[in-house]
C-alpha cells in the first residue's frame, strides 16, 4: 500500500507565528489529499483538502499547497493561536480505489503563549 | 443530530473475552471504515466497506470480524481479546473520492 511520510512529527511554534507541516508519497496516480486536525481525546475532523487539479486551496489561516511533481503536500497555519494546538494528520485518496483512505504519522502542534 | 456514531465509547474487558463495537452513520454515504489508533496516534486502517461489501483487509487478525448488515452500518467483533488490542477504535464514513467523517472513537482497554 501506499506509505505517506508526514514531517515534523512534533512542532512548537509562538502565538502568532506560522507552522508548516508536510508529507510526501509514492503513488503519483493519488488525487486527492485531506488533512485532518485531532485534539485531545476526540476524533478526526477534516480541516481542509485538496484535490491534483490544484496546486493550493486556502481556508482563512490554513492553506494547503501541493505539488504533484515532487509528490508532496504541505498544510500552513498562519497566526497561529493556542486553540490551534492539536495533532494533525495528512492523508491520501490511494488510486484505484474509492475506498482506501491512509494516514500520515501525525504531528503534534503545540502554540505557546 | 450525530452524523457517525459509535457505542460504547470506553470499554474494559478482560484478556479472552469477545466484545463487540456497533456503528452507524446517517450521512448517506456509501463507504465505511475502522481505525485503529495506537498509542504513538498513527491511525491505520483495519477495514473499508462498500456498500455493504467488504473491499479492504488490511493484514488484521481473523479475531477481528467486521459486519455491515447495510450501508448505514459496520459492526465490528472481536474474539479472544488480547492486551495488544488496547487501543482507540474509530469508524469512519465517506462518499467515494471524498473525506472521511469519524465517529467519537471506542476506547478499548485490555486488561
Known amino acids: 500500500g501506499e506509505n505517506v511520510e508526514q514531517h515534523p512529527s512534533t512542532l512548537s511554534v509562538q502565538e502568532g507565528d506560522s507552522a508548516v507541516i508536510k508529507c510526501t508519497y509514492s503513488?503519483?496516480?493519488?488525487?486527492?489529499f485531506p488533512w485532518y486536525k485531532q485534539e485531545l481525546g476526540k476524533r478526526p475532523q477534516l480541516i481542509i483538502d485538496?484535490?491534483?487539479?490544484?496546486g493550493e486551496k486556502k481556508d482563512q489561516r490554513i492553506a494547503v499547497t501541493l505539488n504533484k511533481t515532487a509528490k508532496h503536500f504541505s498544510l500552513h497555519i498562519t497566526e497561529t493561536q493556542p486553540e490551534d494546538s492539536a495533532v494533525y494528520f495528512c492523508?491520501?485518496?490511494?488510486?484505484?480505489?474509492?475506498?482506501?483512505?491512509?494516514f500520515g504519522t501525525g504531528t503534534r502542534l503545540q502554540v505557546t503563549l | 443530530d450525530t452524523a457517525v456514531s459509535q457505542t460504547p465509547k470506553y470499554l474494559v474487558t478482560q484478556m479472552g473475552n469477545d466484545k463487540s463495537i456497533k456503528c452507524e452513520q446517517n450521512?448517506?454515504?456509501?463507504?465505511m471504515y475502522w481505525y485503529k489508533q495506537d498509542s504513538k496516534k498513527f491511525l491505520k486502517i483495519m477495514f473499508s466497506?462498500?456498500?455493504?461489501?467488504?473491499?479492504i483487509n488490511e493484514t488484521v487478525p481473523n479475531r477481528f470480524s467486521p459486519k455491515s448488515p447495510d450501508k448505514a452500518h459496520l459492526n465490528l467483533h472481536i474474539n479472544s481479546l488480547e492486551l495488544g488490542d488496547s487501543a482507540v477504535y474509530f469508524c469512519?464514513?465517506?462518499?467515494?473520492?471524498?473525506?472521511?467523517?469519524f465517529g467519537q472513537g471506542t476506547r478499548l482497554t485490555v486488561v
Open positions: 469512519a464514513s465517506s462518499q467515494d473520492w471524498g473525506s472521511a467523517f
Open positions: 503513488d503519483s496516480a493519488s488525487n486527492y
Open positions: 485538496i484535490r491534483s487539479n490544484v
Open positions: 492523508a491520501l485518496l490511494e488510486s484505484g480505489t474509492a475506498s482506501k483512505l491512509t
Open positions: 450521512l448517506g454515504h456509501d463507504t
Open positions: 466497506y462498500n456498500n455493504k461489501e467488504l473491499i
